[in-house]
């Protein structure tokens, strides 16, 4: 069987390397950590830095195709395998996603909104008149995820305060939006004729962290249609090839807006695991292999939540799963992290039922037993 490389070793990069062990190839992790929890189901893990030129050397001649679990250091590293072997999402495309800077004029580009935002290179840019932004987030350009370099500001000497504090690197001052809700559409494109998207999410975010994901999202269904159309829109205006993820906020008026997009699989698409015929790593797979995308219908309204290392007790120990493991409904799945820490994501379970508003009073009467 073919062998298919992934740069990270991640939890997304374990749920990469199940699905492509399972459709009947072979993997191999390139990941600096022993413990990283996809070298579990790997055939090969080669324990090197993401940039390091021989290892890179050596995934692309042994793979007949690559791809990645993550966009923060790496667009680099893609392009380097690409003049070897099959490679997706492409570097440009990695490039995008990994410099908000440049994901927002992308994403404008296409033609879809984002909030209103300054572009901070230096720091001249941020003497202009901030009102239009505020009160707003300092976001940092590179390197941010689960709210990590975000800040919120009210004032501009506060804004310009919190630049100066982040060190003068390259931040985006956007605009804080009322939120009515947040959602996400996840596409996967092979060709300019063959894409599929899963159906839209909606998600409840906890200090900044996704909690809960709820499918179908409690929104009129003419709204979800939007966004599974603007996601398409955006995969096809990048010619991406690959699993891509968009997150949207919904606003006061209905109208949506693109807050982000990742260019992997994401976190709010773990529902897929349990209730899509075809989740969103096999489609990972499909995509760089070149193969059609799968169905994506949704089986059965679903709740996915996400376990932190909060719930682990003081001290490490595991929470107890028997409620959870006994629901007949209810499907938990576990990274194989050695290491809780707060804030950590060590699982997820998804919980299916007749309806969205049931999966998620189930889905929280389930949490609350751990
Ligand atoms: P991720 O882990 O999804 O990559 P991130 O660190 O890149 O997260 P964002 O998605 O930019 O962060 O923001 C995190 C959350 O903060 C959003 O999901 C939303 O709840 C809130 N947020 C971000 N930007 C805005 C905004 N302009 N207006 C209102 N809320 C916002
Ligand atoms: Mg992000
Ligand atoms: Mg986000």
């Not at 399972?22 to 996809?38: F, I, K, S």
């Not at 000497?157 to 985006?172: F, H, I, K, T, W």
């Not at 966004?227 to 993820?245: N, T």
Request: with cysteine; hydrophobic share 45%.
């Amino acid at each position: 069987p073919a062998m298919l490389g992934i740069l990270g070793g991640g939890q997304l990069g374990r749920m990469f390397a199940v699905a492509a062990k399972t459709m009947g190839y072979r993997v191999t992790v390139l990941d600096p950590d022993e413990n990283a929890p996809a070298a579990a189901f790997a055939d090969r893990h080669i324990r090197a830095p993401y940039n390091d030129p021989a290892a890179l050397r050596e995934l692309a001649q042994s793979c007949a195709a690559v791809t990645t679990e993550f966009e923060n250091v790496n667009a680099d590293a893609m392009r380097e395998l690409a003049k070897t072997t099959r490679v997706s999402p492409s570097g440009d495309c990695v490039a995008i996603a990994q410099d908000r800077i440049v994901e927002k004029s992308w994403i404008n580009k296409a033609g879809l909104p984002t909030a209103p935002y300054l572009a901070i290179e230096s720091v001249e840019d941020i003497q202009v008149d901030l009102a239009p932004y505020l009160p707003g987030i300092l976001k940092t350009a590179r390197l941010g995820y689960d709210g990590k370099g975000q800040v919120r500001v009210k004032t501009a000497a506060e804004a310009r305060a919190a630049y100066a504090n982040l060190g003068g690197q390259a931040c985006v001052l956007e605009k804080m939006l009322d939120l009515k809700l947040e959602v996400s559409a996840i596409v996967t494109r092979v060709s300019a004729a063959q894409s599929a998207v899963f159906p839209v999410a909606e998600n409840i975010h906890k200090d900044g962290i996704l909690d809960e994901s709820i499918v179908p999202a409690r929104i009129d269904p003419a709204l979800a249609a939007q966004a599974q159309s603007m996601a398409k829109k955006l995969a096809d205006a990048l010619d991406y090839v690959g699993v891509l993820a968009v997150e949207f906020f919904v606003l006061a008026d209905d109208s949506l807006v693109v807050n982000e997009i990742a260019p992997r699989p994401h976190n709010s698409g773990h529902y897929t695991l349990t209730a899509c015929l075809t989740d969103q790593f096999q489609q990972q797979v499909r995509a760089m292999c070149g193969l059609l995308p799968g169905r994506t219908d949704l089986l059965s309204p679903v709740v996915m939540v996400n376990l932190l290392g909060d719930v682990w007790k003081e001290g490490g120990g595991e929470p107890n799963w028997d409620v959870l493991v006994e629901a007949p409904n209810a499907q938990l799945h576990l990274y194989g992290k050695k290491t809780a820490r707060p804030g950590r994501k060590m699982g997820h379970f998804n919980v299916m039922a007749a309806t969205a508003d049931d999966a998620l009073e189930q889905a929280r009467a389930l949490k609350d037993t751990l």
